[in-house]
């Protein structure tokens, strides 16, 4: 294959490449003493697994044998002796009776490197390279390497030819941000239920006042190195606008000359429900202070970005995960807030007060479940809403409040999923989660039905949609299963099974 092409193209697709990246994906030596000499250390083989198998058609034909012909199956990590670290992961596979007996046996005794055995056999081997790639990592290999989910990885695959045929066939991986010449930071956040406003009504002086879960899935995840300018790579057009807007703001506000370039490495829906706006702001808010050696705390970071005016879920959510309840905002004239107004008309609010904090249960399943309906309300829509319906009739907020310290909260501290559900589903009918549904299209509230008479524990509207979900002690497949037989008939639509996250965003900082 053409290794420059495909280098320049990769560099397209991701960003960036060093010239020791490159070296280690063109090589046709031996990487053992690559890394040797890249990193001057010795470098040692941990093998994980050595079988002999039998090969699978795509395996056999690419060594040249019959299929189900015995292979040996070797899996190695290839390490710093000094630190631990993995620097590479390799999978081979070798035909056993194409090799030489002594190679055969040392090959067999593990934790020697296949160059090595090569050298000390002089065996005459040429290495012809199949692919150079990109791939997300793994839940394996992102513990491996110690990674965040879906960050990068550089791969390729090769064989060691050897008397005109096929020795060895060998598949190699690396972090994209191990080997680079320069800073970056990563970042990871959850995505959020909102499952309701507390109080709208304000009689007792404050209005707001959250409740919410930090979500597994789906998550964010993004990349930020500093730069000339403020550039975005890919996500979606909002994710480019929202964080070049904010990038451009909080370095404004922290009188930091120069830019950054972001870059996406997996977002998620906007204006469905789920936080991405908060957690989009955060993260771009978080990479430059991380990268500018700023130490801020999240409440900072959101009053930087301009976010928890109204609901302080989406931040908490950011700095600790779990089951959250915030306290709301002062209200009235000459207070913090003056208006009912959602998050995006109240800039320059402080976050609200989290004032219940708490584990999750991880065997409580969560469906997503998300209609092919047009966004939640944002913008101007969204404030004419909350100035038409608000206040509340109080006597809805004194049930909500009741229904949550009496039920939802000692649901969660007991594990009792009935008393929790019941709370959950009864607050879908009051205050403003009312008003939310009872301006949604019917397949919304069609689906939380299906959902509760499918057997969910309760079922409920995330924000102002259109993500509702479902919870479930544990098996929620016929849930799921009903969910999307109900949506493939009323427009379709997407799930996500998940659960919930029970600690905030991870940063990862790579590089000098």
Known sequence: MNIPLRLQQIEKEIGHLSPVQKILLGTDGSVTQLLEAITGKQIIITTRVQEIIPASFAIAKKLGVPEGSYINHRVVEIKNNDSGEVLIYAISFTPVDRLPEEFRNDLLKADIPIGKIIMQHRIEARREIFSVDVKAASEETAGIFRLLRNEPLL???????????????????FPYHKFLDERRVIIETPSRLHIGLIDMNGTKGRVDGGIGIALEEPHLLLEARISGDITVNGGDKWCRDTVHSVAGNVLGQLNIKGGIEFTF???????????????????????????????????????LAGRGGTSGIGTAAFESGGFLIDGGHNFGPGKEKTIFSPSGASRGIRPAPVIIHHDFPRDWKILLAIPNLPPGASGEWEQDIFSRYCPVPVEEVREICHETLMCMIPGIVEHD????????????????????????????????????????????????????????????????????????????????????????????????
């Open 265 to 303: 490495r997996n977002h998620f829906r906007q204006h469905a429900g789920l936080g991405s706006g908060t957690q989009v702001a955060l993260a771009t808010a978080r990479a430059i202070c991380e990268l500018h050696n700023r130490p801020y705390s999240a409440r900072e970071i959101a009053l």
């Open 155 to 173: 791969s390729r695959e090769y064989q060691i030819i050897h008397g005109g045929r096929p020795l060895i066939v060998i598949q190699e991986q």
């Open 417 to 512: 999923i009935e008393l929790f559900g019941r709370a959950v589903n009864k607050i879908q009918d009051l205050g403003f989660k009312r008003v939310e549904l009872g301006l949604q299209q019917a397949e919304i509230p069609a689906v939380l039905q299906v959902m509760r008479k499918a057997g969910a524990a309760c079922a409920g509207m995330s924000s102002f949609g259109p993500t509702l979900f479902a919870i479930g002690e544990s098996d929620l497949h016929p849930v799921h299963e009903a969910v999307i037989e109900y949506m493939e008939s009323t427009g379709g639509g997407t799930t996500i099974l998940t659960c919930a996250r029970n600690s905030g965003a991870a940063v990862r900082c790579t590089g000098n």
